[in-house]
C-alpha cells in the first residue's frame, strides 16, 4: 500500500521538516534539486504591512513575508513545509516574489538531506538578531 502524501502542485520537489542546525525547524531536501529549478512556494494568510509589523512585535519566531509597501503575507499557520526555510550566509536557494507568492528557487544543485537555505536579506530585526548559520564569512547578525 502506498502511504505517500500527494503534494501540491506548487510544491515542485519533495522536502522534508525537521530540526535544523541553523535554528529549530528546518526545510531538507527529500530528492536531488538541480540548479535554477523552482522547489516550492508557500500559501498563507493575507494582511497589511501594518498588521505584519504589530504581530513581528508579539512573536520572537515569526513567518512573514512583506510583498509590497501595503501587503504581506503570514505564514504562521500555513502546513507548506517551505515556510521553514531558515536564514544563511552562503544560502543555496532563493526567495521570489512574483504575482504575489513567495517562491524559492535553487542556486545550485542540492543534494538530498541537504537543508535548504535563503539569504533572508533585511529584516526587522535591523541586525539585532545574532545569526546562527554557521557558513564561512557569516555576517553575524540578521
Known sequence: MNTAVARPPYQKFA???R???IDGRGAFAAEP???????????GESISVAEARIRATR?????????????AIDFSK???P?????????ANARLV???????????RAIAVGEEITVDYGETHHEGRLRCQC???GCRGAL
Open 78 to 80: 500555513s502546513s507548506d
Open 15 to 17: 522536502v522534508d521538516v
Open 19 to 21: 530540526d535544523s542546525a
Open 33 to 43: 534539486i538541480p540548479p535554477r529549478l523552482k522547489i516550492g512556494e508557500i500559501r
Open 134 to 136: 554557521g557558513a564561512p
Open 59 to 71: 512573536s520572537e519566531r515569526i513567518m512573514i513575508v512583506e510583498l509590497s509597501e501595503k501587503k
Open 97 to 107: 516574489i512574483r504575482n504575489g507568492r513567495v517562491e524559492f528557487y535553487a542556486l
Open 82 to 90: 517551505m515556510r521553514y526555510t531558515n536564514h544563511s550566509c552562503r
